[in-house]
């Protein structure tokens, strides 16, 4: 507020999101580095150096306001409930971080011989057999960086099944259209043709349309169970047999495993790939967008082709890092994601057996609790007990549509849910509550929707501008995309 | 579930909320939620261990931790691409603050400023520490900027060919043809000293410096690669471009790298940030997310993820890639490092690497049994010919404790890559002196 | 914002700042801890237990929500400029963070013999022999756990001195009226009688009012140079000879070291304790009050009367703990704030003696830049040069008290001056930039003081609603003391 | 500052800065500023080391930290006063958040709810936890808690001497006649088995569960003290007063204890926190700080620091305690400490110590050469009287590896004072059971 009712105090709020380039200052400096204390060698040729270097000079002091500044002005698990649909924004053991700083582990080089980093290949041989026991599958890669990067090596390692089938012709996968866009992306990464499936009347994937599709060029479905509707699709199974009837591989997309730990084991309905997100299901917090990992689980008959190294226990008791007889290669330079891989390894170890079955438990309880207390207030699509997350659409009151209403939420201090997707809904909502929230805070969002929902009617302009309280409000994005600033640049003179 | 008391400390639902919000559900238990599985399939049992609380599981993993011989305790020389550089104590704390480390992919901009920005600071500064105009928000490791490069050039040109140097990181080289094989895309290695290439050749991807630690004539692999209509693709480490001239200046069309190098720690192999640079015109072409400045409603500054349209949530099968989740969280550390190291604190990073090293290779070129095959100018890593396999040099400095290098006797003989870096003391540099003389005994 | 002008989401806010035991639900928790692994022991007789423990019941990330939120209410240096007079909000190196960390340092214990504990012995050592140098006195004791603290010790070191010379009947300890609280309570602990020297015109401690109390009664003075005022006191040579000829010795608190540093000793000037505030200058950050550390300094002749434990290097070059001969005795319970004292060791290092006269040079032109740029503002008791800090009269404008302008500050981002200290200046603003603020910094600064001005002339009640842009306006503080509510207590049914 | 270029990452001003500040201060250099001081002290300079950049640093200070032999690294069995106990890892990182980390005493309430809320927190916990009526902000540590509740007794009552029983630890006697012997109070010593009060004693002081571990009749201590007009003053240990009755329950007037068990790191001796509670009664006679609830302007809750006329810096020479700087961040890291732990985990802990040191001290009992000279219930600390002087015991526990307990010989023959925690695994018990076996051959 000022006396004049001007905008409060702006210069301020700007000076403290200046960029480094502005704040840079000749002769500041962040940190101090000593001399050489080898005797001194003659430097390159002249030729060879670059002539300036531009980079900030800030203090250390600086450097801390500018980032710790930044933070606050970024919404987290840690600071309030972030319903995001399909990103599985859980609360992450914090023990976790500390266990992957651990200095054996961060500072283990990827390049040392076998002999000299057993600590770390019998980790990740263990997080191997948990994840096979959680997957069903008997045989495991930890390569993969992230989820996309596990359907890619997932559907890349299907594809060299095929070829060694003497089916390498088969170009077809089909892909329901509820599916993530990684899933067709990373089909077509992998040089397959891309086929939509659509869904039928009940949220489950439409089997007249997997039959219509499974001739001699199919080679697979890419099939996220359970979906993104948050559905446990009951056609799974039938699905798959037609699929193995007609040649093809089954690919599960295991981004929500969240809904199943301990409740079903994919490999055991007939899956033969299955990569699972260890930054959503097995807790490496999100980092604003990855770190993550995606390892891949696969049956008997893929497991010559995952991708390396893959960790293996010798007959003498040590571990190995190996890479199989046919591997489709590497996805990655090093040895995988492993600060993530010891994270994962260390929820399973902390949760247990009983831990898992809790967190689907509660995971499920809390999506389905949301279903029916929000109910009265959205369209629900497919009316039926949900797994982890529960899809509506915003269609019900004008001045409210999916992105208002999720605006909104922000000045109320919730997280919006996922937006316009899955694409088969409109105006689509995805709410993930995760088992790591209470009923005080699902009941508190709930209140926070039925209050929108009454602002709307109230006003049906109200929502178009939210969020008014956030630290910017709406952002022009066409701007951003029409004349793309993507650095800094010195301004002009 | 089965009724049991919850003790978990991440699960707040008690029994008496349990009971209430089945009743709002209207189910009988959480048991009857999951009926839609197969009931052959239901509960399959979970061969898992019992839950270690966090007391046993910090001593359960400080001791798999210690099982290792680790850099922590013991000097390291070993590089091949991951390199063990010195962090300021102030980047932890900052980039794991809760509101950088517990949020998502910026999808919500007006409450993800932070991220958003700090997205925009890494592509600022690789951008200008690469000397190109343009960086996006980072890939998930050097080794996939690079091939994701291969993808991309031959996305630009419209060509299904790659030439790749021979002296280019192996293990990079290996995804690259992952990444190329399924589009049908020929990758051929060619010789630094003579490179060659094949009509319609998309890019010539080359190392710099070099996997072996060596310089080459990046001009002419650059002025090679324009004749033929070629874009000039290389991979670069970021501490040699503080000294060295940066891939702009040769002319390069993509620039890419292994932001590890930017005071990461080596966590035995990840996670790591690609640094992925290109000429503006291109931009429409880039893989993986990208932030752009834009203004708020009432004209504030602001940012958010721009030209989407490339991705995978928007374009899905016809995306420039496949990547969603990245290395945000990795990326801000490699800005953070790099704010605080600044103009001049990088450079001078650069030329302890450059003095220590040049000090080890001297003295080890002197030592009896030992030489440097190579000749050419080198920058923190060179190849030493050890008067045994290098296997054994290496196994006798491990019981000196200390880690030696990579055994490249499959490209020189005895050949073992040696890496000094700002944090290898003299003193240190001095043991292994000692020590490989000792194992050559 | 809301559609009907109503306060924003006042209950979202509210629930963000409910109490733990408000929070908790029976069942709940928040670690998990092991059975026990050793054979099982009979439990205590029944009688001698307690009856319930009345503690919350919470989950983890309960935990990690409420406290991250509650920090984002607190202002901080790590968040924007803290020019609090007196306290040295200046940024810390983060490394001395991790330094104090070590397991080496964090998990020695105190009691363990001191064959065990050579490095924290050692480092206290160095420590000693690095705060001689900066004080010019031979002798220190680490004990004392804060500041005041430091006083208690350094007045009981001085009285026991005293007695040793046969003079324990000394009872009178003179103290300016521009001293620090913490100087007249400390005094009286101490069992001394506390007299108030005023001071003169120019901001120096009154010599006449020194002469006139200096006689066969007097113990002393505690004198703070610089003084609070932000002035090195050019009286204090001259006070220190009468004091001493009087037969009294000289007490400094040497709070205000950072504008000292290598710039002059304590010790040489006549000095014969000065305690210093390692928290202040030595870059223990302030952790929202505490904990600091006091070390005192003291003349050969007060040696032998410190309070133990001292840190002594023997002749083997081992190093050990020793209670000096005529101790004082204990003033903590261990072995001093070891974690504080290694950080100001990691602060010393760090910086070097070159580092030393960089602070204080800058710390010093900072805050007569201030001076410089304020004086047209505000009134200045006193037109000099200063030290470290400045302090100002705010009585130029109505509407514009000391508090309204410190309230008005925390709208614009900065934290406010001490406010009505010292109790000479009428309205004082005591302002003290430290040496890690920049220029520009501090043009923001005086800025918003110029746009503070200019709203108190615009409007002479606007200030007094300040803090309009705070988590919380201003609090009733008549009512927090009238019926104090000191912890949460079970709502009555 | 001698115009040398400014090198410290810790000081923005740059030369020009300093030019233009120069400038507009009218002084024609930096040290012209410091003309006030006589010359002939000016600059005298300072014979400290050079600076040494972050990375020796870290060097320097992690040799002198591995010089220590401990906890860290070797199983320990030391308590009297301060122990090793479990803290999750939630703690550090949100205790440390710069908010937290970098602010001040909260002066401006508006600004510091963070500080001031915790502060609140730190009260009801420690409160509820010694079962008294209200708690202070906290102190410097346990210690000096005690000798302020001897300095408090004495205003509230009067009078001017203190009865302490010679049970409690002698470094908090030491501590009490320091700060005792100033005002005049006579302090003496009594024996639990008998104490006795003289007339005019302020109060009795006692420690639950004393120095060598052992509870004593609580009871009667506070009994004896209210028929004779004292107080009662109890030093508690925080987690015994999981399980047994807190001090609250046998009518202590005054309630202190060394909050380091809060899992606060040993840390050589601090910083730690003390906690002071006592009756509302005596609450404008507390010492230190202490925040209270109001509410602001609009009527939300808020907190403040309250009952500020007892304190230095509004009442000067007549404020209760001196305090200024105290050890906030102590209190809110043993705040957080509470808060996870609750209600059913502090008493686990508690539990845990009971078990493990009784099975430590059955086996010890049953050593040859060793014994148990004291037969009262203890609580994690118990008394053995060992074959050979407990120096040599300590020495030779020290080459097996291990921290052994304190000596007490001046007390009990050839006696040491040994602790077992949550944190010692049945298998260091057993080593530490071996290991004195063999110390007595
Ligand atoms: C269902 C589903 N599949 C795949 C992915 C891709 O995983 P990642 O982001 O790790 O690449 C996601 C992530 O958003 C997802 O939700
Ligand atoms: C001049 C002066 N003296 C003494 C003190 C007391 O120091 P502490 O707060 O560490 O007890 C202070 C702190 O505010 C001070 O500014």
Partial sequence: MTPDGAPPLREAAHNRRRLLMERSRPGREGVTLPASDAPPQPMPDAAMLRDGLELPEVTEGEVVRYFTHLSQLNFSVDTNFYPLGSCTMKYNPKVNEAVAALPGFAL??????????????????????????????????????????????????????????????????????????????????????????????????????VRAEADGDIAGVMFTQPTTLGLFDRNALEMCRVVHEAGGLVYADGANMNALLGRAKLGQMGFDVVHMNLHKTFSTPHGGGGPGAGPICV??????????????????????????????????????????????????????????????????????????????????????????????????????????????????????????????????????????????????????????????????????????????????????????????????? | MS?????????????????????????????????????????????????????????????????????????????????????PAVVAPLVTRGEFLTSYTPYQPEVSQGTLQGTFE?????????????????????????????????????????????????????VIRAYAQPHGIEVYETDPAAPQLLPETACLVSQYPNFFGCFEDSQAFADLAHEQGALCVMSCDPTALALFRPPGDFGADIATGEGQALGVPPSFGGPYVGIFTCRQEHVRQLPGRIAGRTVDAEGRVGYVLTLQPREQHIRRERATSNICTSTALVALWAAVYLALMGKHGLRRVAELCWQKSHYAASRIADLPGYSLPLTGTFFQEFVVSCPAPPSEIGAALERAGIIGGLDVSDRFPNGMLLCVTETNTRAEIDRLVDALAEAAR
Same sequence: chains 1, 3.
Avoid at chain 1, 189 to 200: E, I, K, N, R, T
Avoid at chain 1, 336 to 355: E, H, K, Q
Avoid at chain 2, 56 to 72: K, S, T, V
């Fill in chain 2, 122 to 174: 890494f592509q600022t500064l690789t951008a200008q520490l690469f000397g190109m105009e343009v960086s996006n928000a980072g890939m998930y490791d050097g080794a996939t900027s690079l091939a994701e490069a291969v993808l991309m050039a031959c996305r630009v040109t419209k060509r299904a060919r790659a030439a790749v140097l021979d002296t280019v990181n192996p293990n990079y080289l290996a």
């Fill in chain 1, 108 to 209: 283990a080089h990827p390049a040392q011989p076998e002999r000299q980093v057993q600590g770390a290949l019998e980790a990740l041989f263990r997080l191997q057999t948990f994840l096979q026991e959680v997957s069903g599958l008997p045989a495991v890669s930890l390569a993969p960086l992230a989820g996309a990067q596990g359907e890619l090596a997932g559907v890349l390692t299907l594809r060299a099944a095929l070829e060694a089938r003497g089916e390498g012709r088969r170009r077809k996968m089909l892909i329901p259209d509820t599916a993530h866009g990684t899933n067709p992306a990373s089909a077509a990464m992998a040089g397959f043709q891309v086929v939509h499936v659509p869904s039928d009347s009940g949220g489950d994937i439409d089997l007249g349309a």
């Fill in chain 1, 299 to 493: 049956s008997a008959e893929l497991a010559p082709f995952l991708p390396g190294p893959v960790a293996v226990r010798r007959d003498d008791g040590s571990y190995g890092s190996e890479t199989p007889a046919r591997s489709i290669g590497r996805v990655g330079g090093a040895q995988g994601n492993f600060g993530v891989l010891i994270r994962a390894l260390s929820y399973i170890t902390l949760l247990g057996a009983d831990g898992m079955l809790d967190v689907s438990g509660n995971a499920v309880l809390n999506a389905n609790y949301l279903l029916a207390k929000l109910r009265p207030l959205y369209d629900l699509p497919f009316d039926r007990p949900v797994m982890h997350e529960v899809v509506f659409s915003a269609r019900k009151r004008p001045g409210a549509t999916a992105l208002d209403v999720s605006k909104r939420l922000l000045d109320h201090g919730f997280h919006a849910p996922t937006m316009y997707f899955p694409l088969v809904v409109p105006e689509a909502l995805m709410i993930e509550p995760t088992e790591t929230e209470s009923k005080e805070t699902l009941d508190a969002f709930v209140e926070a929707l039925h209050r929108i929902d009454a602002e709307a009617a109230a006003d049906e302009s109200f929502l178009h501008g939210a969020p008014y309280d956030a630290p910017v409000s709406r952002l022009d994005e066409a701007r951003a995309a029409r004349r793309p600033e993507l650095r800094w640049r010195e301004p002009e003179a």
């Fill in chain 2, 3 to 87: 009724g049991a008391p919850f003790t978990s400390p991440f699960i707040p639902n008690t029994g008496d909320d349990r009971a209430a919000m089945l009743a709002a559900v209207g189910a009988a238990s959480v048991e009857d939620l999951f009926a839609d599985i197969p009931e052959a399939f239901r509960h399959p049992g979970l061969g898992l261990p019992a839950p270690t609380p966090e007391m046993g599981l910090r001593a359960e993993m400080e001791a798999l931790a210690q099982r290792n011989f680790h850099a922590g305790e013991h000097p390291i020389f070993l590089g091949a691409g991951v390199y063990r550089h010195f962090c």
